[in-house]
């Protein structure tokens, strides 16, 4: 390929979207098929020191597709980006949007602030969903360096970005992950307090919803813990969290499979 | 009938070489070599945010010297073709040669048709990775690349500081004292150059995939103290 040069009127700025366009490479995201399921659960809990994620790890076509897929990605070292959706596009807009922020990043010689992101994102998710049944849902959550906090982001399919003040939930599990959090959430919640609540939020979540795995003991596969705090973005090593899902899962067999009061 | 001037093809090139010369030579000049470890960029820049260096991709960096808005287009043009070739390919297929010969493509070009000539020289250093080994491509104002073993000098007064830095000793040694011996090429017996007018930047494997980062004023203190 020549090299990529524009003339001002032309210019694409700081935008890899744009640049693409220019280019005439699509945007290889393919569209729906028939079947849009959100076979997924994510959650992402503001707390403290910043943000907790929380997403189980299967993929769901007519059986079980996988059981070891990773939904949250380090979109940079302060953001994490999460996805539900057909997995094929969500992968794909993962790939974008990291390689997005990174090139505005080149281009600027400056960061994009956590807004920036969530804002450039509605565009993409636009010009991914829009024309098609909706096949991709992110969620955002990073530390914000500018403002000092955790922040998290949800979004509709048309690419409406909200803002939320205590916790985002997106996928198929929604109704019970965010019953879990809706009864468990409190200001002010410390990290360690969020990493068992979002791990309890997902399990009841694969406990009820058939496109949700939960902690999968046999292969020793367990959902995916993620803390972004002012020390950047950090994936919970294998070992602890089995032993936060091992927790959870004893207190279930203890109270054979009912939830509630102390036995949560 | 007004007949045109004559000029020969050797005055032609000549009289444009000396246009572009002149244009970088007004410039500073900054150096680049091969560490330990990595890749080390210096340059004399007394300006904080207008960067001569600048970061192409995962293991390619960029510099360069002449007239700014000539080397930023070409800068920006570079993170766009590696950006964009690594969507369309992989990652691993950015390579720094590719990149070298498109930049020297562009550069022949504009030097031998008939607009102005670019006022540039411009410089990519690749770290090596498995297959690929550690490298730095000069490209001067007519297209010429050059692949330099050890390290490089760009801009008007490169012929001095070359001596001056081969002079030094020419092993690969640690980033403290490689870092010293190019601000003292660059900087010549006669002067010394305060660390917050010096843009150095290393390629260096820190454990993360992008290895480019810029080393702050107060660390290059510390790396000539």
């Known amino acids: 390929m020549a090299l990529p040069l524009f003339d001002v009127t032309t210019d694409p700025g700081p935008s890899f979207q744009n640049l693409l366009k220019m280019l005439s490479i699509p945007l290889s995201v393919p569209g729906a098929t028939d079947d849009p399921i959100h076979a997924t659960t994510v959650v992402a809990l503001r707390c403290e020191e910043g943000v907790v994620l929380v997403a189980d790890r299967q993929a769901t076509a007519q059986a079980i597709a996988a059981r070891d897929m990773r939904k949250i990605a380090e979109a940079d070292r302060f953001t994490a980006i999460a996805i539900s959706g057909t997995a094929a596009a969500g992968m794909e807009f993962i790939r974008i949007s990291q390689l997005s922020f990174e090139h505005y990043e080149k281009m600027m010689d400056e960061t994009l602030s956590l807004e920036g992101k969530s804002n450039y994102l509605s565009a993409l998710i636009q010009d991914v969903n829009l024309g098609t049944p909706f096949t991709v849902l992110p969620l955002v959550a990073g530390f914000d360096i500018n403002h000092n906090r955790g922040r998290v982001f949800e979004y509709d399919g048309a690419g409406g970005c909200y803002e939320k003040d205590d916790f985002g939930v997106i996928g198929s599990g929604t109704p019970f992950a965010e019953s879990a959090l809706r009864l468990g959430y409190r200001e002010g919640m410390s990290l360690a307090e969020c990493i068992e609540l979002g791990a309890l939020a997902i399990y009841e979540a694969g406990d009820n919803d058939p496109f949700t795995g939960g902690p999968d003991f046999v292969r020793g596969i367990f959902p995916i813990v993620v803390t972004v705090t002012s020390d950047g973005f950090t994936e919970q090593p294998e070992p602890e969290t089995r032993v936060i899902f091992e927790t959870i899962n004893q207190r279930r067999t203890a109270s054979k499979g009912r939830a509630g009061g102390e036995l949560r | ?225």
């Open chain 2, 1 to 225: 009938m007004t007949m045109p001037f004559y000029v020969t093809p050797e005055q032609q090139m000549k009289d444009r070489a000396e246009y572009a010369q002149k244009g970088i030579a007004r410039g500073r000049s900054l150096i680049a070599c091969i560490y330990d470890y990595g890749v080390l960029l210096v340059a004399e820049n007394p300006s904080a945010s207008l960067n001569k260096i600048s970061e192409i991709y995962d293991r390619i960096g960029f510099a360069g010297v002449g007239k700014y808005n000539e080397f930023h287009e070409l800068r920006s043009a570079g993170v766009r073709w590696a950006d964009s070739t690594g969507f369309r390919y992989s990652r691993e297929d950015v390579d720094a040669r590719s990149l070298a010969n498109v930049y020297a493509q562009y550069l022949g070009t504009s030097f031998t048709d008939g607009g102005k000539p670019l006022e540039v020289e411009v410089l990519v250093a690749q770290l090596a990775i498995r297959n690929k080994p550690t490298k730095i491509y000069h490209i001067a104002f007519e297209g010429t690349i050059t692949d330099e073993t050890r390290f490089a000098v760009l801009g008007g007064d490169s012929e001095t500081i070359r001596t001056r830095f081969v002079s030094e000793g020419d092993d690969v040694t640690t980033l403290a004292l490689t870092l010293q011996r190019a601000v003292r090429a660059l900087s010549g017996p006669e002067r010394s150059i305060p660390a917050s007018d010096l843009e150095v930047a290393r390629l260096e494997d820190l454990g993360a995939r992008r290895t480019f980062n810029r080393l702050s004023d107060d660390f290059v203190g510390q790396l000539l103290a």
